[in-house]
């Protein structure tokens, strides 16, 4: 009979200083640009020596892949839709995390670390929308199903929802209204073609 695991002391010391050490960079990314957050400067945030972060993250890479985690994380994005339906009401979804966590989104938005999201969450969205929009129009030459799913796309990243909220000043119930609006137009378009 095998016993259940049982953290050491140790091992809960290590995943709370690691935390910690998150958590302040996250902070610090809020506050500030990605090129501050510094290995320094989170050892100072996290009031730990920046011996302790190095001990968690051994480069400055290694600590940008775990905010990157951590920003993911925090953002609690839905996950990628696997129907028409999920994809129409994925906007609302998508647009409500972006804006309950509004500054570590705009924080993120054009930096490092959400180039490191794109290539893991934001790539299996795109995967997702790619298969639904041939599912729909599987008769469509392949570069227009490319270029509809590449529209719609627009409409579910980070990016569309600053450009509304923003740019144009709307609010996050019209922002949400003008991405389902321009998602329901290119399927629409779509399949009367098809």
């Known amino acids: ?19 910690l050490i998150l958590e302040a960079a996250l902070q610090l990314l809020e506050r500030t640009s990605i090129t501050e957050v510094t290995a320094r400067a989170v050892a100072k945030q996290a009031g730990v020596s920046e011996r302790t972060v190095f001990r968690y993250f051994a480069t400055r890479e290694d600590l940008l892949e775990a905010i990157a985690d951590e920003v ?22 998508l647009y409500r995390a972006f804006e309950a966590k509004a500054e570590l989104t705009k924080a993120a938005l054009h930096t490092e670390v959400f180039n490191r999201m794109r290539l893991t969450q934001a790539k299996e969205r795109w995967a997702a929308v790619t298969r639904l929009v041939d599912e729909l129009a599987p008769r469509r030459a392949e ?27 709307f609010n996050l119930e019209d922002s949400i209204a003008a991405a389902e609006t321009a998602i329901r137009q290119t399927i629409n378009g779509l399949q009367k073609r098809a």
């Open 72 to 93: 993911r994380k925090a953002l609690a994005l839905p996950p990628v839709p696997s129907s028409l339906e999920e994809l129409l009401v994925l906007p609302s979804a």
């Open 143 to 169: 570069r227009e199903r490319r270029i509809a799913a590449a529209n719609i796309r627009f409409y579910l990243a980070a990016t569309a929802w600053h450009y509304f909220r923003f740019y144009f000043g």
């Open 1 to 19: 009979m095998s016993r259940p695991t049982i953290a050491t002391l140790a091992e809960r010391r290590n995943d709370l200083s690691q935390r």
